[in-house]
């Protein structure tokens, strides 16, 4: 009896285990209907977990696309193509892919037409990929049978052999082709259907692919990436509001607008307060601001902004514009009434909602310098895709330009050691001009990516980004002057001489780049490397083996540790990890010197030599290619099935330690693979 409960407990705890890696964001349902005499459909309903998004149907060497695989049909005929309907298809262009990719959220059905001819049996499945910020499912097959009667007409059991089309597809459906399969071998009696699961067995089972779910725990690198996106938009933010501070429309207003609060009163504690409430109303008026662009642009459109040519080049455009206003070329300024109008609203008006429109003043006086800081701010944050960025990316805003304001009146004597106002001001104005022209051009980038314009292939951005920061370097140390300088003063302080410093070896840090180095500093703004013409660069990392078996038979023979790579040809967050973490120098010699890589793609459409039927978890499944084998060995060995999924095993397939998922970590990557040797050499 105890053995069984044993048993029995050790049976759930691997069920939960696998549940806390299994993934299943999306939730299909077959569904057949005859709409019309001698018509049907057939649709595959899904519905989409929030942060998730199922690729659309023709997608050509990119993600895995939607398509219709018929292996059985009698009595019908395919009507056109696969279609869509009950969902929005969103395009954008993907930088990892190279290519334009169309996919959707929430939810979504796909639908093929059938023209019926008599009595019918359509028999396949379904084919979809599915990704999210972090990963990516293989392909899924979802599989249906359907079959009745029907009787056609006379004039339609005529003319069927010849007809080619019925009827066309519904207005709102896309197509897709229906693909067609060699059927699946199935066995007709009880002694072949033996005889094919020991042929399985032989195949896939045995030893090396035994679970091992137990041993392992939750993969590391599955943090919650929304959130630490969401405090990167903050201290961007932030650091954008301390940028604003120090130009000369809003640091001279502060001296003078703490000083009016504690002199106005006699009551130094409610001059404080009154300050206090100032500070929070420059943050309400910012996160107003920033909930603003939210409501106009909504969930949907701030997602498709992060890769639309259009709005893309609209920004490249924009902050070109605040760059030259910020050198002197022109000052953009707001009409001077509303200003006049507010100013004289809070005179006015008394209590809260004075300090309030006073607040409201400095938004509005100081938007010349602020402008093109908070543009800058609303694009960058915009384009990640985020709903909350542009609210927590002018709430960091906002609190760093209030701050000073509330510091001030809690401590009035820190207001004579402040700098006082002067032409460095100015040098702010111009630095920041010239960093908002290098991230213009990541903008362009993206709209010649989806125009195929090839403008700004990667050679070229970097030349461009070389030449900005080496004038950027020049200006810091007066080489060059711009109209709001000050032409007498020639000498460089130490701290501008510093950052001059900086700007050249940044520039000459990219250098490399024109000739194939990755500059990974800048790897997340430059076109792919497949953009650039001329490249020298040969640090790669090739597999040992693509098959399992015969990797970990590579693996035994040397006597070395295998790490396992469970990624996927349509999987972005795979080439984003082979990009910045498995090219670094430190972490391919580890892999090449001291481990044997078998890299397994889950969505390898080489078909098995012949497909096989299978039991998992009560439901039949069937592997019909080399992807569908790695996929099910990930699943029932290691329970997950999301890609990235790095495993580290000895040479009789335990694992060394705990798996990895994505995550960019370098260092971390490089312990998870130095652990991996330790506990090797332990074991032998």
Same mark, same amino acid.
């Given at each position: 009896?105890?053995?069984?409960?044993?048993?029995?407990?050790?049976?759930?705890?691997?069920?939960?285990?696998?549940?806390?890696?299994?993934?299943?964001?999306?939730?299909?349902?077959?569904?057949?209907?005859?709409?019309?005499?001698?018509?049907?459909?057939?649709?595959?309903?899904?519905?989409?977990?929030?942060?998730?998004?199922?690729?659309?149907?023709?997608?050509?060497?990119?993600?895995?696309?939607?398509?219709?695989?018929?292996?059985?049909?009698?009595?019908?005929?395919?009507?056109?193509?696969?279609?869509?309907?009950?969902?929005?298809?969103?395009?954008?262009?993907?930088?990892?892919?190279?290519?334009?990719?169309?996919?959707?959220?929430?939810?979504?059905?796909?639908?093929?037409?059938?023209?019926?001819?008599?009595?019918?049996?359509?028999?396949?499945?379904?084919?979809?990929?599915?990704?999210?910020?972090?990963?990516?499912?293989?392909?899924?097959?979802?599989?249906?049978?359907?079959?009745?009667?029907?009787?056609?007409?006379?004039?339609?059991?005529?003319?069927?052999?010849?007809?080619?089309?019925?009827?066309?597809?519904?207005?709102?459906?896309?197509?897709?082709?229906?693909?067609?399969?060699?059927?699946?071998?199935?066995?007709?009696?009880?002694?072949?259907?033996?005889?094919?699961?020991?042929?399985?067995?032989?195949?896939?089972?045995?030893?090396?692919?035994?679970?091992?779910?137990?041993?392992?725990?939750?993969?590391?690198?599955?943090?919650?990436?929304?959130?630490?996106?969401?405090?990167?938009?903050?201290?961007?933010?932030?650091?954008?509001?301390?940028?604003?501070?120090?130009?000369?429309?809003?640091?001279?207003?502060?001296?003078?607008?703490?000083?009016?609060?504690?002199?106005?009163?006699?009551?130094?504690?409610?001059?404080?307060?009154?300050?206090?409430?100032?500070?929070?109303?420059?943050?309400?008026?910012?996160?107003?601001?920033?909930?603003?662009?939210?409501?106009?642009?909504?969930?949907?459109?701030?997602?498709?902004?992060?890769?639309?040519?259009?709005?893309?080049?609209?920004?490249?455009?924009?902050?070109?514009?605040?760059?030259?206003?910020?050198?002197?070329?022109?000052?953009?300024?707001?009409?001077?009434?509303?200003?006049?109008?507010?100013?004289?609203?809070?005179?006015?008006?008394?209590?809260?909602?004075?300090?309030?429109?006073?607040? #409201?003043? =400095?938004? %509005? !006086? +100081? *938007?010349?310098?602020?402008?093109?800081?908070?543009?800058? /701010?609303?694009?960058?944050?915009?384009?990640?895709?985020?709903?909350?960025?542009?609210?927590?990316?002018?709430?960091?805003?906002?609190?760093?330009?209030?701050?000073?304001?509330?510091?001030?009146?809690?401590?009035?004597?820190?207001?004579?050691?402040?700098?006082?106002?002067?032409?460095?001001?100015?040098?702010?104005?111009?630095?920041?001009?010239?960093?908002?022209?290098?991230?213009?051009?990541?903008?362009?980038?993206?709209?010649?990516?989806?125009?195929?314009?090839?403008?700004?292939?990667?050679?070229?951005?970097?030349?461009?980004?070389?030449?900005?920061?080496?004038?950027?370097?020049?200006?810091?140390?007066?080489?060059?002057?711009?109209?709001?300088?000050?032409?007498?003063?020639?000498?460089?302080?130490?701290?501008? #001489?510093? =950052?001059? %410093? !900086? +700007? *050249?070896?940044?520039?000459?840090?990219?250098?490399?780049? /024109?000739?194939?180095?990755?500059?990974?500093?800048?790897?997340?703004?430059?076109?792919?490397?497949?953009?650039?013409?001329?490249?020298?660069?040969?640090?790669?990392?090739?597999?040992?083996?693509?098959?399992?078996?015969?990797?970990?038979?590579?693996?035994?023979?040397?006597?070395?540790?295998?790490?396992?790579?469970?990624?996927?040809?349509?999987?972005?967050?795979?080439?984003?990890?082979?990009?910045?973490?498995?090219?670094?120098?430190?972490?391919?010699?580890?892999?090449?010197?001291?481990?044997?890589?078998?890299?397994?793609?889950?969505?390898?459409?080489?078909?098995?030599?012949?497909?096989?039927?299978?039991?998992?978890?009560?439901?039949?499944?069937?592997?019909?290619?080399?992807?569908?084998?790695?996929?099910?060995?990930?699943?029932?060995?290691?329970?997950?099935?999301?890609?990235?999924?790095?495993?580290?095993?000895?040479?009789?397939?335990?694992?060394?330690?705990?798996?990895?998922?994505?995550?960019?970590?370098?260092?971390?990557?490089?312990?998870?693979?130095?652990?991996?040797?330790?506990?090797?050499?332990?074991?032998?």
């Amino acid at each position: 009896m105890i053995k069984r409960m044993g048993a029995l407990l050790s049976l759930l705890c691997v069920a939960v285990m696998m549940q806390a890696q299994i993934h299943e964001p999306i939730k299909c349902e077959t569904s057949w209907a005859v709409v019309s005499d001698g018509v049907a459909e057939l649709r595959i309903s899904a519905k989409i977990d929030a942060g998730w998004h199922v690729y659309s149907t023709e997608l050509e060497d990119g993600p895995t696309a939607a398509a219709l695989t018929v292996e059985t049909i009698n009595g019908a005929r395919p009507d056109g193509k696969l279609g869509f309907t009950d969902g929005k298809e969103i395009a954008k262009y993907d930088d990892m892919f190279g290519m334009d990719v169309r996919y959707f959220e929430d939810k979504v059905t796909f639908v093929q037409r059938f023209i019926l001819e008599g009595d019918y049996l359509v028999q396949g499945y379904f084919t979809y990929g599915a990704c999210d910020d972090e990963s990516c499912l293989p392909p899924t097959n979802v599989e249906f049978k359907f079959e009745g009667k029907y009787a056609a007409p006379k004039s339609q059991q005529a003319t069927a052999s010849s007809q080619q089309t019925v009827s066309k597809p519904q207005a709102e459906t896309k197509p897709a082709e229906v693909v067609p399969a060699a059927p699946v071998v199935e066995a007709t009696n009880n002694s072949e259907l033996t005889e094919n699961t020991e042929k399985a067995s032989a195949t896939i089972f045995g030893a090396l692919w035994e679970p091992v779910i137990e041993e392992l725990g939750q993969p590391k690198g599955t943090a919650d990436t929304a959130n630490q996106s969401l405090w990167a938009i903050f201290l961007l933010g932030l650091a954008g509001g301390l940028v604003a501070l120090v130009t000369p429309c809003v640091w001279p207003i502060i001296p003078m607008t703490v000083s009016f609060f504690l002199k106005r009163s006699g009551d130094k504690k409610k001059g404080r307060r009154d300050a206090y409430i100032y500070g929070v109303s420059i943050v309400i008026i910012y996160v107003l601001l920033g909930l603003l662009v939210t409501l106009l642009f909504g969930a949907s459109a701030l997602n498709a902004l992060s890769t639309a040519a259009v709005p893309n080049l609209f920004f490249f455009l924009l902050l070109v514009v605040f760059a030259m206003s910020f050198m002197g070329a022109f000052e953009l300024t707001l009409p001077e009434k509303w200003t006049t109008a507010v100013d004289g609203k809070a005179e006015k008006t008394g209590g809260l909602l004075g300090i309030f429109l006073m607040a #409201f003043t =400095l938004t %509005l !006086v +100081s *938007f010349s310098c602020t402008g093109p800081i908070i543009g800058f /701010l609303l694009v960058e944050v915009s384009t990640s895709g985020n709903i909350l960025a542009p609210t927590i990316g002018m709430l960091g805003f906002a609190i760093a330009l209030a701050l000073p304001f509330t510091l001030f009146a809690i401590f009035p004597a820190w207001l004579k050691a402040a700098p006082k106002s002067g032409g460095w001001m100015n040098t702010v104005k111009v630095v920041l001009a010239f960093v908002e022209l290098a991230f213009a051009l990541k903008f362009l980038s993206v709209a010649d990516l989806a125009y195929g314009w090839h403008i700004l292939d990667r050679e070229t951005f970097l030349a461009l980004w070389i030449a900005l920061f080496a004038l950027l370097g020049a200006y810091l140390m007066k080489w060059i002057m711009f109209p709001h300088d000050d032409d007498d003063d020639r000498k460089v302080a130490v701290p501008r #001489f510093m =950052l001059g %410093l !900086v +700007s *050249f070896a940044f520039a000459i840090y990219m250098v490399p780049g /024109l000739w194939g180095a990755p500059c990974k500093a800048i790897s997340a703004f430059a076109p792919p490397m497949s953009t650039q013409d001329f490249n020298l660069y040969e640090q790669e990392l090739h597999p040992q083996s693509m098959d399992y078996d015969q990797g970990m038979a590579i693996a035994r023979q040397e006597k070395k540790p295998v790490m396992l790579d469970f990624s996927g040809y349509g999987c972005v967050n795979c080439r984003e990890m082979e990009q910045s973490v498995l090219a670094d120098g430190q972490v391919l010699d580890l892999i090449n010197n001291d481990y044997v890589l078998i890299s397994l793609y889950v969505d390898d459409k080489t078909p098995l030599p012949e497909p096989i039927r299978l039991t998992e978890n009560g439901k039949e499944v069937v592997l019909r290619s080399i992807g569908d084998k790695w996929s099910y060995l990930q699943r029932t060995k290691f329970g997950a099935n999301a890609q990235p999924f790095y495993v580290l095993l000895d040479n009789a397939g335990h694992p060394l330690n705990t798996p990895r998922s994505y995550d960019e970590d370098i260092d971390a990557y490089i312990q998870f693979l130095e652990e991996g040797l330790t506990e090797y050499k332990n074991r032998k």
